[in-house]
Structures are given as C-alpha cells and as structure tokens.
C-alpha cells in the first residue's frame, strides 16, 4: 500500500497560484495512477486531475481545465498540482490518492485505495 503526504496548501487571493505535492513512500508508487480530489464543505468529493503511472497521459476536470496542471516524477516519488488563476470556488481540502487498481479508470473516490491527509487551499476574492 501506498502512503501519501500532501503539502503545498495555503492562503492565497484570486488570481494566484499554489503548487501542490503528494510525496510517496514506496517504490510502488511508480506504478499507481495518481489523483487529485477536492473536497469544499457541505460539497462530495470529486476529482479534479489524474494522471498515469508513466506520466504521459493526464485528465482534468472541467473546473480546471486549462488552469491547473499535473505532472509527477517518478525518481521523487511525488507528484505536483500546479494551481494557476485561483478562484474562490477552488477554496477546499485537496487530496492526493492512488486507485485501488493501479489503473485511472474511474473519476469515484471509492475506487481509490490510498489516501494522503489532505492540505487546506483558500481563495479569497
């Protein structure tokens, strides 16, 4: 099993930018998609960008499509979320998480078997 560790979470105002990190311990990680979910209060959980073991192909959801960015790298074990032109809908709990498969198949938190403890994102207006 994969343990993960977000960090990178913060205070920021419309308009900025925060990178996110998931660090990962063990060297299976490099061979487990890996997700960003969110979750803001009252609100379930969704995801909101993916990407494949090999780091080639990436999804996002419409929300924040074409303003954040996910990448990983292997040697570290870690993977990123560049979180470009905040807005204040984007204040949650964001959270990294590896399928229970290995395999990005499915956008539902219940098919993600590990999960990191989360890091705080607020956006003021």
């Known amino acids: 099993q994969v343990q993960l560790v977000e960090s990178g979470g913060g205070l920021v105002q419309a308009g900025g930018s925060l990178r996110l990190s998931c660090a990962a311990s063990?060297?299976?990680?490099?061979?487990?998609?890996v997700g960003w979910f969110r979750q803001a209060p009252g609100k379930e959980r969704e995801l909101v960008a993916a990407?494949?073991?090999?780091?080639?192909?990436?999804y996002y959801g419409d929300s924040v499509k074409g303003r954040f960015i996910m990448s990983r790298d292997n040697a570290k074990t870690t993977a990123y979320l560049q979180m470009n032109s905040l807005k204040p809908e984007d204040t949650a709990i964001y959270y990294c998480?590896?399928?229970?498969?290995?395999?990005?198949?499915?956008?539902?938190?219940?098919?993600?078997?590990?999960w990191g403890q989360g890091t705080q994102v607020t956006v003021t207006s």
């Open positions: 998480a590896t399928p229970t498969s290995r395999y990005f198949s499915s956008r539902s938190p219940a098919d993600f078997g590990s």
């Open positions: 063990g060297s299976t990680f490099n061979n487990y998609a």
């Open positions: 990407i494949t073991w090999s780091g080639i192909t990436t």
